[in-house]
């Protein structure tokens, strides 16, 4: 199983580079994605599998566990002596060279869900037992979103500076499940879990009080993207929340299974029709290059 899933994965990226490729490969089919695991969820399929095997052809720039701000900004470093030395926003660098190159119509972007529901919850949780009113630090939290809606709003505009013929699809992820799962591979626990651990540090032990933060750090991220998605007419929010209510569709506490991803390129792919006002996939299907 675990050749066949790294065969599959391999054979879609090579299809995509071929039609990459094509000189005159539809615009309309072209993406640009960058993002963390829900666009590159090793060894098990991800949202940019399924929207490869309609027929896109995707420049895959995303990397499983990515935070937002090393996405945009940049986080890698050296030291030499006593001095360090930046080395800049390497990542959106390579993003804005793939539009100069592809001159894609959209780029997708999956971003932000390791920085709220990710190993840095714990920054923005109180202790139970401190009785101060609330179990979120909600100055902190607050904060923490007004810094991700900068970092967004320089990504937006480096894109569409860079091409502005292009659009930027951005989802915002469904209600992380806090069930002490982490992502396993063949029975073997390779991350995680994320949120449970944090929960028990700060005493917070009921579901109730576990879902309502979940709740409302999800709540705030989706409404700061809808504000976005108000100001840029380029930029477009889809919302996902209650898509996968069940416990069953995800295989641990902030990643789904197979088919929710099946689930979310298909809702992609409305999203794109509903922009370009015709479905692509069915307008240039004579075009799409097959394995």
């Known amino acids: 199983m675990a050749e066949s899933l790294k065969t599959f994965k391999k054979e879609q990226i090579e299809i995509s580079e071929k039609r990459l ?52 900004y940049g986080s890698d470093y050296t030291i030499v002596g006593e001095d360090v030395i930046h080395a800049g926003p390497q990542s959106l ?10 001159h894609p119509k959209f780029v997708l972007f999956s971003g932000g869900g390791n920085d709220i529901v990710g190993n840095e919850i714990i920054g923005f949780l109180n202790h139970k037992n401190a009785m101060n009113g ?8 607050q904060e923490k979103l007004l810094r991700m809606k900068d970092a967004l709003v320089f990504f937006i505009e480096a894109i569409h500076n860079t091409f502005a013929g292009c659009h930027i699809i951005m989802h915002g992820y469904d209600y992380a499940k806090i069930n002490g799962k982490g992502y396993s591979f063949i029975l ?15 005493a917070i032990t009921t579901k109730t009080e576990q879902n309502e933060i979940i709740k409302y750090l999800v709540d705030e991220f989706n409404s700061m993207l809808a504000l976005l998605d108000q100001t ?38 409305a999203k794109i029709e509903e922009i370009l006002a015709f ?10 290059i097959a394995m």
């Open 232 to 269: 840029y007419p380029f930029f477009h929010h889809i919302d996902l929340r209650g898509q996968f209510p069940n416990d069953n569709e995800w295989d641990n506490e902030i990643h789904l299974k197979n088919g929710g991803y099946s689930t979310i390129a298909d809702i992609f792919h």
């Open 134 to 141: 609330s179990l979120v630090n909600k100055p902190i939290f």
């Open 279 to 288: 479905n692509p996939l069915d307008a240039f299907a004579h075009e799409i």
């Open 21 to 72: 490729a094509k000189a005159d490969y539809p615009k309309e089919l072209i993406i640009v994605a960058e993002g963390d695991s829900w666009f590159d969820y090793p060894l098990k399929k991800d949202i940019l599998d399924y929207l490869i095997k309609k027929g896109y052809a995707i420049k895959k720039l995303a990397k499983g566990g990515d935070s937002l701000e090393n996405m945009i």
């Open 188 to 202: 073997k626990n390779l991350k995680g879990p994320w949120i449970l651990p944090s929960m028990g540090q700060k």
């Open 93 to 102: 660098q390579v993003t804005l060279n793939a539009v100069r190159s592809h």
